[in-house]
């Protein structure tokens, strides 16, 4: 059939080198599929009232598809049909074989009766509907036809048939070799194993006009809106470039060639289709046509600032450097306000990169509403809402800033942007230390019906914000405990994005780092260390920070402390706070563990000041449990149980299992403490406290599994027991104490030098 087409069909006319018409040469034309399809609606007209109410729904919804989508095979279109009317699928196929297997005059006949649906008072077809356009572009094409095509066309129509005779042969024989058990077994096997969705969106052959702008809208819809029910991007780039094959100058094909290439990271490839793609808009005069003489330069400025994106994306910021000024120089020399708007945002990420940019910032945000630009708008709000809470502004302010954007987004309809603005939401709050509004954001976010229109059973939010969140929700899970609820969450990302896909990073990041507290919370350190690579390969500084957690863990104090002295330099320079704090904390814990206790103070007292300053409310109070530990190592027990009751209250509601498990440990050792110059009376009735405290305690670290602490805190637990007199649940403590300790041994350091 491609050779029929190539040599009938595809016609393109040329002046002065340049495609003037479509380059399909023809808006549609004749093959044997749509001859099946007209069959089907010829039939479907002479059902009339036959057919019931439910029935004709459902061939009309089946019609759109089969209309607008490629060629298809006689055997899966009559599958398609049977599911609708059985009936109505045995008439096409009875009317299908009379007119292959009989003479030329069938298929002239057929086609001269095709004009009598328009005629009549009341006709069956109305001309301008869709169904009448079809018709009527299908007559016009076959009348168009020589003789010498019109045969061409009635031999492809008896190979159309006798393809599909051949395939039912072959399975009539299949089931007479195999009992009714196997074959099922082979069916579901066939089912399992056979993508179906890529073979009815493939196309075998050259399409018409219509047909490849449906199949190149279906699939740009897909990737953005899920990516997993597109075509994967092998068989898509297939598809693509048979495509192009027979329409060369098909600037939309190379748009999308554009957009498979970036969803495997491929620079070279998607470089090449964005080039073509803006080389066929001013060969075409596409642009001319719209904008008059003004397109051409269009064309180049637009194309030189999506050369800039394309080098940001993968990091080359000084050949995006290049491309954006060039993009600016010729927007510049047209006066376009709304090319050179887009050039500043792409300014400010280039920029950043290097300086703080809340200047050029704030005066993109300016301009773009003074030129009426709400979506470029909104997003450098949210750009500078995000600067912000880095910069450790308060998040009232920022959150009224957001509740502003928020208010373009709902008067304007920018669904995308309501679902970046609840993304950002959720992670404001994760990083101030509020995990009870993070999660009630995320829970927001996941309700929330999208604004735009898609197609029946795709996933309408496949978007970097529903990956943020989701990620967010499984690691509030995995701090709480609840691992299996984690785990669902995380295999739910997997298969809503796939390996391969643009934001699989994020899932697989998070995923490293849950298998990682795990393994370090159940003492398995070298399984936390052969995790540390892949986390590495993802985040740098993450893994840094890691490989540093797992020597401290071992007690590789040296090698620990160099590793986080280079991060802490490395986190100061490019001025994460939030990793600063932690790589302190690190530290001074470092410091305990090396019984340098006093050297700890300054660095604690550092990480306060800055987690402060910044607004960090929970790593403020995780610095104030660390001051309180030194000071009960440092033999003030009494002070350090008055700095406590500031920072447990904020743990205790938002922190993760880990910690409220260690914030009650610490709270039980200071009461033993400052209880040992009481008098006997209230020093039992102290003890008798840090028990329940203590319980508290075990009851957190058994919920994440953490052996190590629940080891202490039983030999703390038998201790208390032995001082009371109380001999039965001293000796139960002192069992399970045994079991642990032979499960997993100690490393020489004194329970009271170890606070996490």
């Known amino acids: 059939m491609a050779s029929v087409h190539e040599s009938l069909y595809f016609n393109p006319m040329m002046t002065n080198g340049v495609v003037h018409a479509n380059v399909f040469g023809i808006k549609d034309w004749v093959t044997p599929y749509k001859m099946a399809l007209l069959v089907l609606l010829s039939e479907l007209g002479r059902a009339g009232a036959q057919l019931g109410l439910l029935e004709r729904r459902r061939l009309n919804r089946l019609l759109l598809p089969l209309l607008q989508g490629p060629d298809m095979p006689l055997s899966r279109l009559r599958k398609a049909i049977e599911e609708s009317c059985p009936h109505l699928a045995s008439s096409v196929h009875i009317r299908l074989k009379l007119m292959a297997e009989g003479e030329l005059k069938d298929m002239e006949q057929f086609f001269d009766d095709l004009s009598d649906s328009f005629t009549g008072t009341e006709p069956e077809v109305h001309k301008t509907s869709v169904v009448g356009l079809f018709l009527r572009h299908m007559i016009l094409a076959y009348n168009k036809l020589s003789f010498s095509q019109v045969y061409k066309l009635y031999t492809a129509l008896q190979q159309y048939y006798q393809n599909d005779e051949k395939k039912n042969g072959i ?229 009224d800033a957001l509740k502003d954007s928020d208010l373009l987004h709902w008067k304007h309809s920018l669904s995308e942007l309501i679902d970046i603005s609840i993304a950002q939401k959720t992670a404001i709050w994760r990083l101030y230390g509020r995990s009870t509004m993070a999660l009630q954001q995320a829970q927001t976010l996941l309700s929330m019906n999208s604004l735009e229109a898609v197609n029946v059973g795709v996933q309408q939010n496949n978007t970097e914000s529903f990956a943020v969140v989701l990620c967010h929700l499984a690691e509030l899970h995995a701090e709480q405990g609840y691992f299996a609820a984690a785990s669902e969450i995380l295999k739910h990302l997997k298969e809503r994005f796939p390996p391969n896909s643009q934001h699989a990073q994020l899932w697989m990041l998070f995923d490293q780092k849950i298998q990682f507290e795990r ?56 001025k994460n706070t939030e990793m600063v704090i932690s790589v302190l904390l690190s530290i001074a814990e470092l410091y305990w563990r090396s019984s340098c ?115 202490d805190v039983l030999y703390f637990q038998a201790r208390l027991f032995h001082t009371l007199g109380k001999t039965q649940e001293r000796n139960k403590c002192a069992m399970l104490f045994r079991q642990l300790h032979q499960e997993l041994p100690a490393h020489g350091v004194p329970l009271i030098n170890a606070f996490k």
């Open 171 to 399: 399975d009539e024989s299949d089931m007479e070799l195999t009992n009714t058990e196997e074959l099922e077994g082979k069916m579901e096997k066939e089912e399992l194993d056979v993508p179906l969705r890529e073979e009815e969106i493939s196309c075998s052959g050259p399409l018409s006009q219509k047909q490849a702008e449906y199949f190149l809208s279906q699939q740009a819809s897909l990737l953005k809106n899920d990516e997993t029910k597109a075509l994967t991007p092998a068989s898509l780039q297939k598809e693509l470039n048979n495509l192009l094959k027979f329409n060369p100058d098909f600037a939309e094909a190379h748009y999308l060639s554009y957009l498979n290439s970036l969803r495997v990271q491929d620079v070279f490839s998607s470089t090449h289709s964005l080039l073509h793609y803006f080389d066929r808009l001013i060969l075409t005069g596409a642009e001319s046509k719209s904008n008059g003489d003004e397109g051409y330069g269009r064309s180049l400025r637009y194309a030189a600032l999506n050369l800039a994106a394309l080098h940001c994306r993968f990091g080359h910021y000084q050949q995006a450097e290049l491309a954006l000024q060039e993009a600016i120089r010729i927007a510049q020399e047209s006066n376009d306000h709304v090319c050179l708007q887009h050039c500043l945002s792409w300014l400010y990420i280039l920029e950043q990169k290097i300086f703080d940019s809340c200047v050029l910032l704030e005066h993109s945000v300016n301009k773009s509403l003074h030129f009426g630009l709400p979506y470029l708008a909104s997003l450098g709000i949210q750009s500078l809402v995000q600067q912000r809470a880095f910069a450790g502004k308060a998040a009232n302010k920022l959150m």
């Open 519 to 574: 393994a370090m919370n159940d003492g398995r350190y070298h399984i936390a260390d052969s995790l540390v690579a892949g986390i590495t390969a993802l985040n740098s500084i993450e893994g840094v920070y890691r490989k540093a957690i797992v020597l401290k863990a071992q007690n590789q104090m040296s090698e620990a402390h160099k590793l986080l002295q280079k991060l802490l330099i490395h986190c100061q320079k490019i």
């Open 597 to 711: 206790h006093t050297i700890a103070l300054p660095v604690l007292l550092q990480a306060l000041a800055l987690s402060r300053e910044y607004g960090l409310q929970y790593l403020a109070s995780e610095t104030v449990l660390n001051l309180a530990f030194s000071q009960l190592i440092l033999g003030i027990p009494e002070q350090a149980l008055n700095i406590l009751h500031m920072a447990i209250e904020p743990v205790l509601a938002h922190g993760a299992v880990l910690d409220k498990g260690c914030a009650m440990f610490l709270v039980a050792k200071c009461q033993v403490a400052s209880a040992a110059s009481d008098t006997p009376q209230k020093k039992i009735e102290a003890l008798e406290s840090a028990i329940l405290n203590l319980n508290e305690a075990k009851t957190y670290f058994a919920k994440v599994d953490c052996k190590e602490q629940l080891r």
